[in-house]
């Protein structure tokens, strides 16, 4: 009889306390996104941040009841303050921050274009934002007043009109996934409109996302670049200086495909509803990158979907390659600490890892040996480190073209929950 009545009570009060979590974002935010752009500057351990501009950018697209991120992820965190009460808070990572971890981010000092999205207070909030360091201790870096009545012009005056490829429901409650093409003249539009088409469906090509349909909304935009390609490669005569900024050799990786033109790339969305940028370059090179709560970037196979969901799985799930070397000096994880990446362990406190998943007589570490092939354990070498950090996983899509292993399973579901309850 108890039991009875407790469900009763839940299926009274559920709708309830779901709506009063609705009503208190309507409490405090217009169902509108702010685009604040910030100048990221300095060097490792030692940052600054200051607003260059900040804009009205359409519909806000993200949840309206999971405002507050618990994930600990990421080395960056946006709060937004209403007087003392945090109202809103995401994590991420930034260029800035994997740049600090070079040679030439230990030893000299540059400055990274960010946007960091929030909702639209309806009045004066206060924005922090936080890093982590080494030791993984959250410290303010920076604080401020915003006034909604104060807000400028976005940094471009062409903006991009979406339309969907996949299509699955309210924008509040879907994550919602734009693909925007960077290297296609207005020669290439035939190929544009059939590559992003592709894209779309690429979305969808790995386990768990084949599964998740109808749980994302991917959207493209048709943008045209200065000329046909992407600058970059050894022996390119194209110019690197374009609207969207896309170049390969990142931090001195040749494969690295990223770009520093954060405000001109959001300015050109500011019409799309997103949580997610996918930036689809125009080549056939091998090539991407991917940070999380950033963007990711991918070049175009159309026999092979890897890279794009490789990157994806940075940029969406918080995930660190698996794999241990890599062709520049940036550092995938810390191995004084745990990382905070879900499918890296630096064997400091695994039990907020996989530690749960790991079958009985299963031994930590393990060898990677056939006995152990397709068996969740702790493998050395993750993160480009070949000794002291561990992958939950012989072979995962996160180290190589093979599927997600279950641990990258669970954490992409996991995330999904933010953008989809």
């Not at 406190?349 to 530690?355: G, H, P, T």
Request: with cysteine.
């Amino acid at each position: 009889m108890f039991m009875r009545r407790f469900i009763a009570f839940l299926v009274f009060v559920m709708p309830l306390i779901l709506s009063a979590m609705t009503l208190e974002y309507d409490e405090f935010f217009e169902d509108e996104t702010l685009n604040v752009e910030l100048i990221h500057s300095g060097r490792y351990g030692m940052e600054f941040y200051r607003i260059e501009n900040m804009y009205g950018a359409g519909r806000w697209a993200g949840s309206k009841t999971r405002l507050i991120d618990a994930t600990n992820y990421g080395v960056h965190r946006v709060e937004v303050y209403s007087d003392k009460k945090l109202i809103y808070s995401r994590n991420y990572c930034s260029l800035f921050e994997e740049w600090s971890t070079t040679a030439a981010g230990k030893r000299d000092c540059r400055a990274f274009e960010e946007v960091v999205r929030v909702p639209m207070p309806k009045e004066i909030i206060m924005l922090r934002i936080s890093s982590k360091n080494e030791r993984g201790v959250w410290k303010e870096v920076f604080a401020d007043k915003i006034d909604p009545s104060h807000i400028g012009s976005p940094s471009l005056d062409r903006v991009c009109r979406p339309f969907p490829l996949s299509y699955a429901g309210d924008i509040n409650k879907k994550l919602d996934v734009v693909i925007l093409p960077a290297g296609y003249s207005i020669e290439d539009s035939a190929k544009l409109r059939k590559d992003i088409r592709m894209f779309g469906e690429f979305m969808f090509s790995k386990h768990p996302f084949d599964g998740l349909r109808d749980k994302i909304n991917v959207w493209g935009v048709e943008y045209f670049s200065e000329y046909s390609g992407i600058p970059g490669l050894k022996g390119s005569s194209l110019e690197s200086e374009t609207e969207l900024g896309l170049s390969y050799n990142t931090f001195d990786s040749p494969r690295y495909l990223m770009s520093e033109n954060l405000f001109n790339i959001h300015s050109l969305l500011r019409d799309t509803p997103y949580d997610q940028i996918v930036i689809m370059c125009n080549s056939n090179v091998y090539g991407g990158g991917g940070i999380y709560n950033f963007y990711a970037t991918s070049y175009v196979n159309p026999n092979n979907s890897f890279v794009l969901i490789h990157e994806f799985g940075h940029s969406f799930a918080a995930l660190g390659d698996e794999y241990s070397d890599n062709d520049s000096d940036l550092e995938g994880a810390y191995k004084n600490v745990e990382p905070w990446q879900p499918n890296i362990t630096a064997l400091k406190d695994f039990s907020k890892k996989w530690k749960d998943m790991i079958g009985k007589g299963v031994p930590v570490p393990t060898p990677c040996t056939p006995e152990y092939e397709g068996v969740v354990g702790v493998y050395e070498g993750a993160a480009y480190s070949a000794k002291g950090l561990y992958r939950p996983y012989q072979d995962c899509l996160m180290r190589s073209d093979k599927p997600f292993c279950p641990v990258c399973v669970r954490e992409i579901l996991n995330m999904m929950e933010l953008y989809t309850e």
